[in-house]
């Protein structure tokens, strides 16, 4: 009976998510295990075999995933075999690109905007420079990671759980820390 409800409390929640999303250019399908909550002007592409959510795992009965393409413009792409874990929040107003083979930890956040300008006089204004992050292939994010904008990080490179990663890193790195800094070689 336990198994029974949870089953059907996760298809509601997922079917309330749902009916909230408000994308309007949405490509491709994924797998959700979790609650997924797609919203925004821009465009959403989801390439083959992305999965979104872990049974197993923490927060998976109380989070869901939010993903933004805010701006019309903006762009969010998962390449193909892309696992994430629970909570992952990623907002775009310009790009945000994930590569195939990603494997993406709990209660991560990745975004390409200070979403309001750092002068003190527009702090009302959007950013007006945001800057694209590139997720290269085969690269594992760790859980709690906040990845800021204009991030590029490289092939087959490891993030560190609880790195904040406010800079570039080449392929093959461990990166971890606040700010992320390189902390060993992947073999």
């Given at each position: 009976?336990?198994q029974?409800?949870?089953?059907?409390?996760m298809?509601?929640?997922?079917?309330?998510?749902?009916?909230?999303?408000?994308?309007?250019?949405?490509?491709?399908?994924?797998?959700?295990?979790?609650?997924?909550?797609?919203?925004?002007?821009g465009?959403?592409?989801?390439n083959?075999?992305?999965?979104?959510?872990?049974?197993?795992?923490?927060?998976?009965?109380?989070?869901y995933?939010?993903?933004?393409?805010?701006?019309?413009?903006a762009?969010?792409?998962?390449?193909?075999?892309?696992?994430?874990?629970?909570?992952?929040?990623?907002?775009?107003?310009?790009?945000?690109?994930?590569?195939?083979?990603?494997?993406?930890?709990?209660?991560?956040?990745?975004?390409?905007?200070?979403?309001?300008?750092?002068?003190?006089?527009n702090?009302?204004?959007?950013?007006?420079?945001?800057?694209?992050?590139?997720?290269?292939?085969?690269?594992?994010?760790?859980?709690?990671?906040?990845?800021?904008?204009?991030?590029?990080?490289?092939?087959?490179?490891?993030?560190?759980?609880?790195?904040?990663?406010?800079?570039?890193?080449?392929?093959?790195?461990?990166?971890?820390?606040?700010p992320?800094?390189?902390?060993?070689?992947?073999?």
């Amino acid at each position: 009976m336990k198994q029974f409800l949870s089953r059907l409390y996760m298809y509601l929640l997922k079917l309330k998510y749902k009916i909230f999303s408000d994308t309007v250019n949405l490509k491709g399908a994924f797998v959700a295990q979790q609650p997924v909550l797609l919203k925004g002007k821009g465009k959403i592409v989801f390439n083959d075999n992305v999965k979104i959510g872990v049974i197993n795992s923490p927060m998976y009965y109380n989070t869901y995933a939010y993903i933004e393409a805010r701006a019309k413009t903006a762009q969010i792409s998962f390449g193909s075999n892309t696992y994430i874990n629970n909570s992952l929040s990623i907002i775009s107003e310009k790009k945000i690109s994930i590569g195939s083979n990603v494997l993406i930890g709990y209660n991560c956040s990745i975004s390409d905007s200070n979403f309001h300008d750092l002068n003190k006089n527009n702090r009302s204004n959007t950013d007006p420079n945001p800057e694209g992050v590139i997720i290269c292939d085969k690269v594992f994010i760790g859980n709690n990671v906040t990845i800021l904008k204009g991030v590029t990080i490289g092939e087959n490179s490891v993030v560190a759980t609880g790195a904040i990663v406010t800079k570039s890193f080449p392929n093959d790195v461990i990166i971890g820390g606040c700010p992320a800094k390189i902390i060993g070689e992947v073999n």
